[in-house]
């Protein structure tokens, strides 16, 4: 069964933590002719001096903490979740995933309207009970270094979260990175309880031949796909780093919310949610066991393998994201009802844009209540 979950860093790490960010050493002098934007770097440095100097993770923690969570043992694995009930006459159960390098905290601006539209000026048959879990190897979730994790074994922890642990008999759920790969498993593998998923990672059928959609991908692999590549093949060298160092950490971690982020929309990434993401990661010491899924091969999908349950597809205003042809889409979602291209917000959208990503939800998945 569930059990309630708080959140209570010692003050032993947060001391250590103030020791490493006073005597960080900082890299001098910058250097010239690689992929980071002066602009990135110097937002960086900022986000680390207002951590050092102004940043209050007490006051974080206490905000975390008024949202219920819970901690379940499924299937030997300990998952660690956020469950907001929703407040109508009949809410829909949602289940949220994210992915790296991400938390529970992408979502926490959205979970208000999901759960409670009428207190937002909505409808209350809009509502949702939402549910909002943690990979395993990611913040309070189990490392389970012992085990194989991929995508389609998530998905199963998932899916009896969802029906064995709290009793929903069926679902929607929205992924978006990794945790959008594990709700495509999700409507691949759990059509008796999943009735339709979102998602903003989407699958590439087995036999990919567009070569204008294969370019674009072999582009963005080249000038943005290196962190994937160091965690993919290096990550226990890299985990040494940035396990040590809060401002390896930060700057590792900080410089994907500042490139993924649509440019229009970046500015609505607050100081405080930026850096709470980053210290979920410190504070849990699980940096290194979040890039065990980049060391998984994702192996194009066989013939025959696709999302079976309705599908929406959500297409962001990520810089430079290739956008697959909807011929091949329609291939690998069978059921495909919606595309959704944004005018406005990027990979992080329930951060940059909680208005769109409610809306969104909610238009997603109108079709599937009662």
Do not use: C
Request: proline share 9%.
């Amino acid at each position: 069964m569930p059990e309630p979950f708080r959140i209570e860093v010692p003050d032993t790490v947060l001391d250590d933590l103030a020791r490493r960010l006073e005597h960080a050493r900082a890299p001098s002098p910058p250097i010239l002719g690689g992929g980071e934007s002066a602009a990135t770097i110097a937002r960086v440095e900022e986000l680390v001096a207002y951590w050092r100097s102004g940043y209050d993770w007490r006051a974080q923690e206490r905000r975390l903490n008024a949202f219920p969570q819970h901690r379940a043992t499924v299937d030997g694995v300990g998952i660690h979740f956020v469950h907001v009930p929703g407040v109508g006459p009949d809410p829909l159960p949602l289940l949220l995933a994210n992915g790296w390098p991400s938390s529970f905290v992408e979502y926490l601006g959205v979970l208000g309207p999901l759960t409670d539209p009428a207190a937002y000026g909505g409808d209350p048959r809009d509502a949702f009970s939402v549910v909002v879990p943690a990979l395993p190897g990611y913040g309070f979730s189990d490392q389970i270094p012992e085990r194989h994790v991929d995508r389609a074994m998530i998905a199963g922890l998932y899916d009896r979260l969802m029906v064995s642990e709290l009793g929903f008999p069926s679902y929607v759920a929205h992924g978006d990175d990794i945790g959008g790969g594990v709700v495509n498993r999700l409507g691949m593998r759990h059509a008796g309880t999943v009735r339709a998923i979102q998602t903003a990672n989407w699958l590439k059928p087995h036999d990919v031949t567009d070569e204008t959609y294969l370019a674009a991908a072999r582009h963005w692999d080249h000038e943005h796909g290196a962190y994937a590549h160091t965690q993919a093949t290096r990550p226990q060298t890299l985990a040494y780093g940035l396990n040590d160092s809060p401002v390896g950490l930060a700057a590792w971690i900080l410089e994907k919310f500042l490139t993924w982020s649509d440019p229009a929309t970046r500015d609505g990434l607050s100081a405080d949610d930026l850096l709470t993401n980053v210290m979920i990661y410190w504070a849990t010491q699980t940096i290194g066991s979040s890039m065990r899924l980049y060391t998984v091969d994702s192996a194009p999908l066989a013939a025959g393998d696709v999302v079976t349950v309705p599908a929406s597809i959500v297409i962001s205003r990520e810089p430079e994201i290739p956008v697959p042809p909807t011929s091949w889409l329609r291939r690998a979602y069978p059921r495909l009802t919606r595309i959704t291209t944004l005018e406005e917000g990027g990979h992080f959208l329930a951060l940059e844009s909680p208005s769109r990503f409610v809306t969104g939800v909610r238009e997603a998945f109108a079709p599937y209540r009662g």
